[in-house]
């Protein structure tokens, strides 16, 4: 194996687009990438091209302009939005085009922003982006994201090193926790895929009516939605394609009873969120909607997002996901979702996932509302397990079952 | 004045923005940006905000995608293109955006690719961009055209120099023809579009029903449309604002007639195409059309490019510009159109402007025709001018005037 760092990128994308976006024969492929994630954007689309596809487009984005917004736009001007993007979007993914995210954003950009800027622009984001995010969510297409070593989000992880070894540990973390250290990364992520498929037919068949979550900070009732699903690992898009949604990926997940949660519970990590980092999160539950809301750190981000709707304060996702991950092996905070989500259990703010409730597509939203099923124009993870979290699951009719002791699944 | 490189690419930029694209006031602004140069993009981004741009995006494109596509892809594939970039182009002009281009094309990025395949994807380009083309070429919008030194393009024009000394001279030429070395540019490229128009006044007031350019390998009579208007420098769009489509600019330039070209031409520089370089090119014209095409490189791909359409042989522009233009002075070959066309008279394959024909927006395609208007997918322009040529206008009734001796006006 030629371990040169180009060869490994390359052998990275090509896993990314075999096995992550499980491109389709001859199908067309849109990547969005940031500006400095262009040597992986690049690698992509060239073995993509390799693989079959007619079509290869990418979708560049760039924190710099964003940043340029905030610090001289007239400051009437954060409902403008580039519709035409999600125009694009929309027509590409209509037109049956996969679609690749890179992830690589720079954690702390906003940090000096005015939150209230903050909030306007992720709303009016929410609200343009409403059609695609629909579309991904239903896996009308096959999509997947990756992520991509950038010097200033490597710095913030090793601020010590020098920028060149800061990009190289970073670059090992994500090539480690990505399983491509495997002989066959292939083979790897098939097996990987298979025993979180696994996971999710034995969870899908005990049917609970809620998960309880027991650690330091933390004492909360997760009720379920009625016809929840479990899933985690691949999924199947309506195109046939099966892809995997987040590369890494360690959670089973299902959909929480929109208002049926109760008792409180505390973040164990910290959540980068618009460029700002949210730490030491305390929220407490009331019938499923959070009524006491504190954090150390990024308080007032974190109110401005649970005031974008009603269903902000709901919960739409709870995600188990044991201590021992290949993420939270690697010691390393992230500061990013793609990779913090998969070091601990977490629940999510916001949007349910209709992929996680039976005969989604049949119901109406009242219907699904009536099953408790969330909806909101966001949708964010944090992080609440850890190494001395426990969860149960609550049958049916009340039996208490343990599912993890200490961070890791009893079976 | 702080003349470091930075403060100078802020005032390329703020001049660009004011007087290149002559932004409205609050008006939004899309940025077509190569991602090498990002430097300039996000700096055009930054003082568009300043000057009161209420949002601006960017639409970045990739070279190296580019060459993927050509290295990788299937073969059959090449009729495929990305519509939902036009589709945002021609959203973003028709809600009032204004279009800003930066121009940095690698000139032998394509060198080695197969001239079939560069054909075909340049036609498809030309069938599918057309509405954007259109609304750029009849003003519906302010537009501008800005260069950015990069460092594929800087080692082509000085390859016995480093990196790092061919950047900063290439920068360097592009900020003396820019006009950005005077005490105030803004109002340099006031005087500068001025003098243009009075030379627009006296060709247009004229009414001349040919030019005749004579020079070393050279004899030919270029007709022009009934109807024709010449028009350089400064362009006033259907908004409101004045523009200066091109930076730099030294040309006059109007419409030729589509059936009334006779003689033999040869280029005085090299053309770059699609990544390819031309040179050394001669043509024959009966009747307005290219009847003998030849040139000493690049053959294949310049007569592929003429076999575009019907309207690809014929003339849409003829253009004069002194020898002793500042692009000219410089004594570099940028191996690009929008420097080089500034340095040399010339005349355009392809489509005609809109602007440069009386009360075009009035008459149908077909009565643009009877008028010696052209219609074509491409538009090339290619270099006829020189220190050697001289050029008349001939009158209706036939009186022969002299309008350049050797490359320089005669008044």
Chains 1, 2 share one sequence.
């Not at 092996?329 to 992230?334: C, N, P, R, V």
Request: glycine share 8%; hydrophobic share 40%.
């Amino acid at each position: 194996m030629d371990d040169s760092f180009d060869a490994m990128l390359s052998r990275f994308a090509e896993v990314a687009v075999k096995v992550g976006v499980g491109l389709l024969p001859g199908q067309k492929l849109m990547i969005r990438s940031p500006l400095e994630a262009a040597p992986l954007a690049r690698k992509l689309a060239e073995e993509a091209y390799k693989a079959g596809s007619r079509f290869v487009t990418v979708n560049w984005l760039d924190e710099q302009v964003a940043l340029a917004r905030y610090k001289y736009a007239p400051r009437d001007s954060f409902e403008e939005f580039d519709a035409w993007r999600v125009d694009g979007l929309v027509r590409a993914i209509d037109e049956g085009t996969g679609v690749l995210n890179i992830s690589a954003d720079n954690p702390t950009l906003l940090k000096d922003q005015d939150p209230e800027l903050i909030r306007k622009t992720s709303q009016t984001a929410s609200r343009y982006t409403k059609p695609y995010i629909e579309r991904i969510t239903s896996f009308a297409v096959n999509w997947c994201i990756v992520p991509a070593a950038t010097p200033a989000w490597a710095s913030q992880i090793f601020p010590a090193l020098t920028q060149e070894e800061q990009m190289k540990k970073l670059w090992d973390a994500i090539f480690e926790v990505t399983r491509m250290n495997e002989k066959d990364p292939v083979a790897a992520w098939k097996a990987h895929t298979a025993s979180l498929q696994e996971r999710v037919n034995f969870l899908n068949a005990r049917r609970y009516k809620a998960l309880h979550f027991k650690g330091p900070g933390t004492d909360l009732i997760v009720g379920l939605a009625d016809g929840h699903l479990w899933a985690g690992g691949a999924g199947k898009a309506k195109n046939g394609s099966t892809c995997i949604p987040n590369m890494p990926t360690e959670e089973v997940f299902t959909t929480p009873h929109r208002s049926y949660v109760e008792g409180y519970v505390t973040s164990t990590k910290p959540l980068s969120l618009h460029g700002n980092l949210i730490e030491g999160i305390r929220v407490r539950f009331e019938q499923g909607k959070a009524v006491e809301i504190g954090a150390d750190k990024g308080e007032t981000v974190l109110k401005n997002l649970l005031d974008t709707d009603e269903g902000a304060k709901r919960l739409g996702e709870v995600a188990l996901v044991p201590h021992s991950s290949p993420v939270s092996k690697s010691g390393i905070l992230f500061y990013d979702t793609l990779f913090d989500e998969n070091a601990a259990s977490h629940i999510a703010f916001g949007r349910a996932y209709d992929e996680c409730l039976e005969g989604s597509t049949e119901l109406s939203a009242g219907q699904k509302a009536t099953k408790g099923f969330n909806d909101s124009l966001i949708h964010t993870d944090w992080m609440i397990g850890s190494g001395q979290v426990d969860v149960d699951g609550i049958s049916q009719n009340g039996q208490v079952e343990p599912l993890m002791r200490a961070g890791e699944w009893v079976s």
